[in-house]
């Protein structure tokens, strides 16, 4: 092994950590004897190489921040090392080590087999890392197809429930669909201009605009058929991913059929991934590089030289549609889980409102929205699990009540709820109040329209949110006896509901941290951030 090689393997260090923490899952699963200490040890060893996969990303940050060390790429171009992915990285693993605390406290999971359960979780986590370096098509791809796979496994855990088996059947196959597609989509892209890593294909597009003005004496608009078809296909595996209108159909079910743990991480994680890759995408493929440091996304978007078809504004359209329909389909729902889903359709169309003006504000409008989103998010998917666990089900009626018989579970509801909602001084406010300025500050007629859009939708989530609150503190209860949910659901929504307090009345830090990571890999010269606000 050469010098090079051993450099590389040093800055994957989070991502050999995860694995090797999965073969050791593996392995003590098989051989620890005693089934009732064989999940604690397992679960302390997953939090463990989870919590040290964050150290390793934490140091990589660090240092690239710090002493301006830059983005590289490892093999060959495959894995970009970036603060931009070091930041997903730490917030991934934060998200894994709350779905571990969810896990061990649920009684939808059999202890039997907690140990293939947390390694399937963490090789979801592993592809999710993968998912924020990916630099080249086949890496993207690759990422993609771990997340996926170990997640239909996942879906249908509880193999004695119906609904875990639907929801995994119908996840296999639309996630096939899409997986299909875009790897057809990736074979065109290659075909068209024969690489795969994704700043090649942005300096093979500018050469091909160049030949074609000079061709035609003039700078054309032209946009390929075959690129178009090319980039809709792989679009279609990326918004899969991430629930986005008209890839938005397995959600309900999958959410509403997967064990309950498993319902939060999947609302947050997988979503964050794609949208992570989604960035790396779009600016690898399609921003021109600057002359000096950064990309030119203030000053020209999407490259104006190379694309005829107006991708902002069909982007917008879907971002648009996609927050309707996740918020009038949530309206009419009894069952809290499959409520969530819809909203969490929503959120994704909020966030893709902000990618789609790929500014620098919006994309550190988009990181932050996703850190926040994760917190509140599975923190209501952690009273809903604490409510099934103690009454047996999910529904609007087994709320009924929940602020007599548990009060502190049922204000922290209402505090994710409200968050969600986007009413000030919670966190949401903070996260949704920086995706409207960086659309607003476009200054376009069709960005105000879009942003219109995005708070009469947010006024419509109240609507159902409220509900379950409505549900909770003015609906009797069925049942009159206290909830005893444990000190472990009570401790974990009190670890939630702070940070939600925390940034909604100071978030310069989190900002300025986000801020500061707003850096990616581009060429093999040089490291770019994000052109800043003129």
Sequence with gaps: MNSINLIDVRLILPELILGATVLLLFVGDILLPAPEKKKTWLTLLAVLGVVGAAIASVDLLSLMIAYHKGATAVFSGQLAIDPLGALFKVVFAAITVVAICTSLLSDELPDKHMGEYYALLLSICLGMFFMAGANDLLMVY???????????????????????SEAALKYVIYGGAASGAMLFGISLLYGAFGVTELTAINQAMGLWAQTDAAHLGTMSKLFPLTLL??????????????????????????????????????????????????????????????????????????????????????????????MTVGNLAAIPQNNVKRMLAYSSIAHAGYVLMGFVVLSSASIQAVVLYLIIYFVMNIGAFTIVQAVRDQTGGELLSDFRGLGQRAPWLAVAMVVFLLSLTGIPPFAGFIGKFYLFAAVVQRNEFWYWVLAVIGVINSAISLYYYMKVARS???????????????????????????PIFVVGLYWTPITRSVEASLMLYRSPAATTPVAKQP
């Design 229 to 322: 078809c090319a980039v809709t296909l792989i679009f279609v595996g990326i918004g899969y991913k991430i629930a986005i209108v008209p890839f938005h159909m397995w959600s309900p079910d999958v959410y509403e059929g997967a064990p309950t743990p498993f319902t939060g991480f999947l609302s947050v994680g997988p979503k964050a991934a794609g949208f992570a890759l989604l960035i790396r995408f779009f600016i690898g493929v399609f921003v021109p590089a600057g002359n000096g440091p950064g990309f030119l996304t203030d000053t020209h978007g999407i490259m104006p030289f190379t694309v005829d078809i107006p991708l902002n504004a069909v982007l917008g359209i879907l971002a648009a549609v996609t």
């Design 142 to 164: 690759l990422a993609l197809e771990l997340v996926s796979i170990v997640s239909f496994a996942m879906s249908g855990y509880r193999t004695h429930d119906r609904r875990s």
């Design 472 to 498: 909770m503190f003015l609906t009797p209860p069925l049942d009159e006896t206290p909830i005893k949910a444990g000190w472990g659901y009570n401790a974990l929504a009190l670890v939630l509901v702070i």
